[in-house]
């Protein structure tokens, strides 16, 4: 039985090189956080040095970091201690943005620029561009091409909302990249995570898809024979940076505050998407077992078909979503996506926000759609000649043409997104 469930989920877990869960996290978070009063009503923040916020808050740093190390031990699933000496130290005698990144376990080349994303028709006079190469760590950018960065100075001040809603998009610019063993760089072999569990190490995004998605609610018997399956830390990244955003606000360093709960929301959305939270949606254990079978005894075709099938679903869907975003932004008319986004209709049906709240609530609505969104996206597809992946209405002269079953399903799923985006909003920022 393990052989079976590992032979066919090792291969089925290649994933494409794009990982974003719903594309640019920034223009549904501005959406989404507009209708939080708490948030768009909050007075302008003074951008800070990550430096600066370090070394006035060292000691405390130590503490909390000290303090979700011990926690993450004991509660968070197939979770690798942090080597000794990855720990931030009192003294300071290293350089602190390297030790306390480090110590976190990020990516110690991530850029962390000073920049936010401006709104769809937002401008901000007197401030200079910044190109992809000045924010992102990857060698292939062509994916944030028509993505907007606009540099910061410290001192200034900046609306809250602006802060937020950008850096909930910061997680896809490197934070998770090359963590583990079997990666290139320096952090890899240092960070104790092991060899990369799935995906595929060749591609640049692969690496952090561990971080990205989580597989909480499958069957038993798929952990049985594939527990690598278990081996993804999406809930413990947003531990780790609502603490920080909770301990910025309470010492006075709003900027920093914002900043850390946008990384951490961003795990909260990804994990709103089906391919993030189930890894094959519409599969029943059983034909996953049958698949692997047929390709053990040498009938190799269906394996095949499903590594391009999930491939290309994950990615059209990414495409089709942020295409019917753009074309609404475009048009600059009013679409049932822009208010899915703005809806708060349920946000009080969730429970509060907790450290499980990643798992027992957004993960597991996802997965309880991943079916129903898997057969529309097979609808749509059925009714598309492009592949899945290749239509872009941004870039094509026909419009952009829209499939009622799918438009209906990513409509629930970005409702959850902005609730849940709100929620987690609202618990960081209460007293």
């Known amino acids: ?65 000290d303090e979700q190390e011990a926690y993450a031990r004991e509660h968070f699933r197939q979770y690798p201690p942090r080597p000794d000496d990855l720990r931030l130290s009192e003294d300071g005698r290293e350089d602190p943005r390297k030790a306390f990144l480090m110590a976190l376990r990020l990516n110690p080349e991530i850029k962390l620029a000073t920049a936010v994303q401006p709104p769809p028709g937002g401008e901000l006079p007197n401030h200079a561009a910044l190109q992809p190469a000045d924010v992102l760590v990857f060698r292939n950018l062509s994916g944030w091409n028509q993505w907007r960065f606009v540099q910061l100075q410290a001192g200034e001040k900046i609306p809250a909302l602006d802060v937020l809603a950008s850096a909930a998009d910061e997680p896809d610019f490197g934070h998770d990249i090359n963590l583990f063993s079997d990666n290139p760089g320096e952090a890899g072999q240092r960070y104790g995570f092991g060899t990369q569990p799935f995906g595929d190490p060749r ?20 952990f049985t024979g594939a527990p690598y399956l278990e081996r993804n830390w999406p809930e413990w990244r947003a531990y780790q940076f609502y603490g920080l955003a909770r ?10 505050g914002y900043r850390f709960l946008g990384w951490a929301m961003h795990y909260i959305q990804d994990m709103t998407q089906p ?49 019917w975003l753009r074309e609404t932004l475009r048009l600059g008319g009013q679409s049932p996506l822009l208010a899915a986004y703005a809806d708060v209709s349920t946000d009080g049906t969730y429970p509060p926000y907790s450290t499980e709240y990643l798992r027992e609530v957004v993960a597991s609505e996802s997965h309880a759609h991943a079916a129903a969104f898997e057969a529309a996206i097979g609808h749509w597809l059925e009714n598309e000649k ?31 997104f902005g609730a849940h985006s709100r929620n987690i909003a609202k618990a960081a920022l209460q007293p």
């Open 1 to 65: 039985m393990k052989r079976l469930s590992t032979c066919l989920l090792a291969g089925l877990l290649v994933l494409p090189q794009s990982l974003w869960a719903w594309s640019n996290h920034t223009l549904g978070s501005y959406i989404a956080l507009q209708q939080l009063p708490a948030v768009a009503q909050a007075p302008e923040v003074e951008v800070e040095p990550l430096e600066s916020f370090i070394t006035q808050q060292r000691a405390g740093l130590v503490k909390l970091l």
């Open 203 to 222: 591609y640049e995004f692969s690496s952090q898809a561990p971080f990205h998605m989580g597989f909480y609610h499958e069957d038993a018997i798929i």
């Open 247 to 256: 301990f910025a606000f309470e010492k006075g360093h709003p900027y920093w």
């Open 275 to 323: 391919y993030h939270s189930t890894p094959l949606p519409g599969e029943t254990t059983a034909s996953m077992l049958w698949t692997a079978g047929k390709s053990m005894a040498g009938f190799d075709a269906d394996k095949q078909a499903a590594i391009q099938r999930v491939a290309d679903r994950h990615t059209g869907v990414e495409r089709y979503q942020v295409d």
């Open 386 to 416: 492009a592949p899945a992946g290749d239509f872009s209405a941004g870039n094509s002269p026909e419009p952009f043409r829209h499939d009622e079953a799918l438009d209906e399903q990513i409509l629930q799923l970005i409702r959850h």
